[in-house]
């Protein structure tokens, strides 16, 4: 694999861009090239660096890690970095060998060869970006290249390869892989956590030395592991690659969970709890959250965490990059969110952020608003009166099952069917009925009875869908916001719903037409859902037909105030329908509700 990519870098050198040119001027000495800033010799490359005392201490590097025992095995020609000996500091002893290899490239790269902004693979597979200045583009190359952020000093031309003297030793820059590994667990281990536990290690038999047996006969390894992330595989994208142009935001402990706190706070404040859920554990309870723990919560971070393209400190800040994509699609808002931008990390394969404060959206912390109409039968008199407020409709009932139940997934999510609220027609002989109804939700009180209350909506940007019976009378619908005085203000104009076209779009909760419409974590590509089923994906308590694409709830109570909302239902025809059926109402955030 790394003989393509050495060969990928070498094609991609092949366009010159001084105006330097490569004479094979080569005797038994070392000698002046034609090119001035080239010097070239007969030597091969290991016999000219251990010619020079100069550069001993770089040669028994070299010698100590297999170095010169790897480059005649190789068959190939190179490109050797070397410093001399007032420029040289000994690594680490376990630095040591990946040190030595950052500094040999199996190309062999002339300077005219070098373009600006060239990356060179390098034997440890991490890449060195060459740079070039204005002198070094005109063809003066001696200190106006360089390798990282090593200067060029001097150029050898020998038998098999380029020698490069440089200013500094070679400082390569950590992986997003390796930058992880290397977070501070006393301030980052939430994130951390996060990473390294969506993914996991597989032995790399094909790739590990056998060094001896034990003593029942097992071949001992030195061992080499390949990192495993399903969470990355499916994006391709491969935190240790050196292909990888990415950035990646890094979330302290502290920032986690003060949004944590806030979010929890913020539901709290609008009269949620970790019981307003939505197919968890196998309970069909009726709306809402996508927060019953901090997993919940943190699976967003790790999902917005990611990106597959390089931001700069000047894309972050640019009015084009407001709102940015994760690799999971998850949407971080630049003009929300705050970055240390004095401080971007810059990394082999991307750049890395540290988030100063951040907050979860409401898109995350709402996943939809959905209930029905059928609500109407745990309401006591004064209730339903109060919610459910009508002009010329009588007889409410609620049909029991009136589509029978059915789940796709048998043993994991409960049968659901329809039990809709009916009303009859009062007057045949007046063209006119009216229904205002104010959401509600019912919760079983533990003492045999129900607790009813309004549902608040949280203000914001919101796609609202409903469900009646098939081939019900043509009507129109209005969301208005409610506040807390008792004022009404309309979020938007009436729409005018077909409903008697004998389409199904808006058949109890069938609704086929929009996209993204199924309850959370239903995913129609589940192994286990029969064949025989896929045809009805659309009937399980989808969000219903359309009623508004986009509708603003206004924050008609303060900032960040939950509102009141009242559904104005009507219609000038409602005599020729005799009976009226209501199945439900449904509210899903846009990706705009931040």
């Not at 200190?143 to 000093?153: A, M, P, V, Y």
């Amino acid at each position: 694999m790394n003989k393509l990519l050495y060969l990928g870098v070498a094609a991609m050198l092949l366009a010159g861009c001084g105006n330097l040119e490569d004479e094979d001027y080569y005797s038994s000495n070392t000698v002046r090239n034609e090119n001035s800033d080239i010097l070239s010799t007969d030597l091969s490359v290991v016999d000219y660096i251990q010619s020079r005392s100069d550069l001993s201490k770089m040669s028994e590097l070299f010698q100590q890690q297999g170095i010169y025992e790897q480059m005649p095995n190789s068959g190939e020609l190179h490109t050797v970095l070397v410093v001399t000996n007032d420029n040289y500091s000994a690594p680490e002893a376990d630095e040591a060998e990946k040190v030595a290899k950052s500094h040999v490239t199996n190309i062999s790269v002339s300077p005219s060869k070098l373009n600006n902004g060239d990356r060179l693979l390098m034997w440890h597979d991490k890449y060195v970006t060459i740079t070039l200045d204005e002198e070094a583009l005109s063809g003066s190359v001696i200190g106006h290249i360089l390798f990282n952020s090593s200067t060029l000093e001097q150029v050898v031309k020998a038998q098999d390869g380029f020698i490069y003297v440089i200013s500094d030793m070679i400082v390569t820059p950590t992986s997003l892989q390796d930058y992880i590994n290397g977070l501070d667990d006393t301030k980052y281990s939430r994130f951390k956590q996060l990473v390294l536990s969506s993914g996991g290690q597989e032995f790399d038999k094909a790739n590990s030395k056998a060094i001896g047996v034990d003593v029942n006969g097992n071949t001992i390894y030195d061992s080499v592991f390949i990192y495993t992330n399903t969470f990355f595989d499916a994006k391709n994208f491969d935190l240790s690659s050196e292909a990888l142009k990415a950035t990646m935001l890094v979330f302290s402990n502290d920032v986690i969970e003060k949004a944590l706190d806030e979010a929890k706070a913020k539901l709290k404040s609008w009269g949620y709890d970790h019981k307003m859920q939505l197919l968890r554990n196998g309970s069909l309870d009726s709306v809402y959250v996508g927060y019953t723990s901090d997993e919940d919560l943190e699976k967003w971070i790790l999902e917005v965490a990611f990106f597959k393209k390089t931001y700069s400190v000047e894309d972050l800040k640019s009015e084009d990059n407001v709102s940015i994509k994760s690799i999971y699609d998850r949407i971080w808002r630049n003009d929300i969110q705050t970055l240390d931008l004095d401080n971007p990390v810059s990394l082999s394969n991307g750049v890395a952020y540290e988030v100063k404060d951040f907050r979860i959206p409401n898109n995350r912390l709402i996943y939809r608003l959905h209930e029905e109409f059928n609500s109407y039968a745990k309401c006591n008199t004064e209730q339903a009166g109060l919610y459910f407020k009508t002009k010329n409709m009588t007889s409410p009932k609620v049909s029991s099952n009136e589509v029978a139940p059915w789940t796709p997934l048998s043993g994991v999510w409960e049968a659901h069917g329809n039990s809709p609220l009916t009303y009859k027609i009062e007057d045949n002989t007046v063209a006119h009925f009216e229904f205002d109804y104010t959401p509600i939700f019912v919760r079983d009180n533990g003492e045999g009875g129900y607790d009813v209350r309004v549902l608040m909506v949280p203000p914001g940007t919101y796609r609202m869908a409903m469900g009646f019976k098939q081939n019900m009378t043509a009507m129109s619908v209005q969301l208005i916001a409610v506040d807390e005085a008792g004022d009404q203000f309309e979020c938007a104009d009436a729409v005018a719903l077909a409903l008697s076209d004998g389409s199904t779009t808006y058949h109890y909760d069938r609704g086929a037409t929009l996209s993204n419409r199924l309850p959370e974590y239903y995913d129609v590509t589940d192994s286990r859902f029969d064949e025989s089923l896929k045809s009805k994906f659309g009937y399980y308590w989808t969000d219903g037909g359309p009623v508004y694409t986009e509708v603003v709830v206004p924050a008609v109570n303060g900032e960040g105030k939950a509102v009141q909302l009242l559904i104005h239902m009507t219609s000038e025809n409602g005599t020729s329908a005799g009976t009226l059926t209501f199945n439900h109402w449904c509210l899903r955030p846009t990706e705009n509700n931040y």
